[in-house]
């Protein structure tokens, strides 16, 4: 959705832009064409490997490029730390590239032989640790909540009858077996491992974190772009700029405000925006990308 982002962030040459989730860089890519010749990008990724990957391919645009490795919940410090004193765009494309995805030794894939899904260094707790110990309500909850399977108990079950786990490929077939594929597109395992690597990465505690210091980024005219893939993040996402973009917070029955709040954005396209047929067809893994943008005031 490379065009369709530009276009919300609405750049111009010199300005300074952020994309928090820089992965391949395909983005930074052309936001530092939107921002030439002298505009800076400062790309963030919590994955080491993303951040090399990406380093190589950016390597020609010299010092407008600034990569640092840290996760996105801390956006205003890692600004700062870079000394960008005005931000004109935050870019969040979350979830994963798809060469994490199939990344051996990660976990992340129902194809592999590892059991971790951390994505940044100075995590501690692994899938592995999760589905060996937890007890059948927590992975009960935590599947149901972060995936919404409809079958998290039957799974949650299974998973603590089956333990121990050493790999993904393992967990992914003691769930199958419990919830055959019966037509679905999917894998039976895939809300289960989405669960897994949410939790582990504290995906929506970042998130949250990450637009409310956007936004404070941003002020005076600053677009925020996001693509979000997981109906969750999705509807948080909505929530934030819906609530940032009124003047008061107070329930309806209540005559008179007494929160004082006040709007901080303006939503920028009422509609979410969806991938096009076309690139749906390129890639079917972006069918269901939702972007969402909003200025701040
Ligand atoms: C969908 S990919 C981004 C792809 C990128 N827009 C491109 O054009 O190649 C999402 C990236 O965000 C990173 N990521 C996920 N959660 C993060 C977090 N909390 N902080 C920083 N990076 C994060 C992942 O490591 C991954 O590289």
């Not at 030794?105 to 592999?112: I, K, L, P, T």
């Not at 972060?146 to 079958?151: A, L, M, N, S, V």
């Not at 890639?283 to 269901?288: D, E, I, L, T």
């Given at each position: 959705m490379v065009a369709e982002v530009l276009k919300a962030l609405d750049l111009h040459p010199g300005e300074d832009c952020v994309?928090?989730?820089?992965?391949?860089?395909g983005h930074s890519l052309a936001i530092l064409a939107a921002i030439a010749p002298s505009g800076r990008l400062l790309g963030i990724d919590a994955d080491r490997q993303a951040i090399e990957r990406a380093r190589q391919r950016l390597q020609g645009y010299g010092d407008r490029v600034l990569l640092v490795q840290g996760n996105f919940a801390n956006l205003a410090a890692i600004v700062r730390s870079q000394g960008l004193?005005?931000?004109s765009g935050v870019l969040l494309d979350l979830g994963l590239s798809s060469w994490q995805l199939g990344?051996?030794?990660?976990?992340?894939?129902?194809?592999?032989?590892?059991l971790d899904m951390r994505l940044g260094e100075g995590q501690t707790l692994t899938a592995g640790e999760v589905v060996n110990t937890y007890s059948i309500e927590d992975l009960t909850r935590l599947i149901a909540t972060?995936?919404?399977?409809?079958?998290a108990r039957r799974i949650a079950q299974a998973l603590v009858q089956g333990r121990p786990f050493t790999t993904a490929a393992e967990v992914a077939g003691a769930i199958e077996r419990v919830s055959p594929r019966r037509g679905q597109r999917i894998h039976p395992a895939t809300r289960t491992l989405q669960a897994l690597r949410m939790y582990i990465n504290q995906d929506l505690e970042n998130l949250a974190a990450a637009l409310r210091q956007a936004v404070e980024l941003l002020q005076g005219g600053g677009r925020l772009v996001t693509i979000a893939y997981h109906s969750l993040e999705d509807r948080m996402i909505k929530v934030f700029m819906q609530e940032e973009a009124r003047d008061c917070l107070c329930?309806?029955?209540?005559?008179?405000?007494?929160?004082?709040h006040k709007a901080t954005v303006r939503i920028l396209r009422r509609k979410v925006v969806k991938p096009s047929e076309e690139e749906v067809r390129r890639?079917?893994?972006?069918?269901?990308a939702r972007l969402r943008a909003c200025m701040a005031r």
């Open positions: 994309d928090g989730t820089l992965g391949d860089g004193p005005h931000v990344a051996a030794g990660r976990g992340f894939s129902f194809r592999d032989e590892a972060y995936g919404e399977e409809p079958q329930p309806p029955s209540q005559p008179v405000c007494t929160c004082g890639n079917p893994r972006v069918r269901s």
